[in-house]
């Protein structure tokens, strides 16, 4: 079945930096569209990353020139680069296999916790 485990979350101070990793299982990675996306306390998800599998990629402004996703077919892996983090990207983060030609998922992770103390 698809799996998808994301790792590396947890408290850093605004300025600092996180990396995720996301290890992806069951599916056929290689050509899947990955996204990472985020939820806020009391606020909808939002698509943070996106990597396609020829290793295009695209960001929101809000996180644009802080944020980097990257992919590693040969370990079935995600990565998001997390810089300059802001308290306002406190968030649980998933990581996600997006429905071919959309930013839609179609498999979620679990999700993973990162909190930015000012």
């Known amino acids: 079945q698809v799996q998808l485990v994301e790792s590396g979350g947890g408290s850093v101070q605004a300025g600092g930096s996180l990396r995720l990793s996301c290890a992806a299982s069951g599916f056929a990675f290689s050509i899947t569209d990955m996204g990472w996306y985020r939820q806020a306390p009391g606020k909808q998800r939002e698509l943070v990353a996106a990597?396609?599998?020829?290793?295009?990629?695209n960001y929101p402004d809000s996180v644009k020139g802080r944020f980097t996703i990257s992919r590693d077919n040969a370990k079935n892996t995600v990565y998001l680069q997390m810089n300059s983090l802001k308290p306002e990207d406190t968030a649980v983060y998933y990581c996600?296999?997006?429905?071919?030609?959309?930013?839609?998922?179609?498999?979620w992770g679990q999700g993973t916790q990162v909190t930015v103390s000012s």
């Open positions: 990597v396609t599998s020829g290793s295009s990629t």
């Open positions: 996600t296999a997006l429905l071919p030609g959309t930013n839609r998922a179609a498999y």
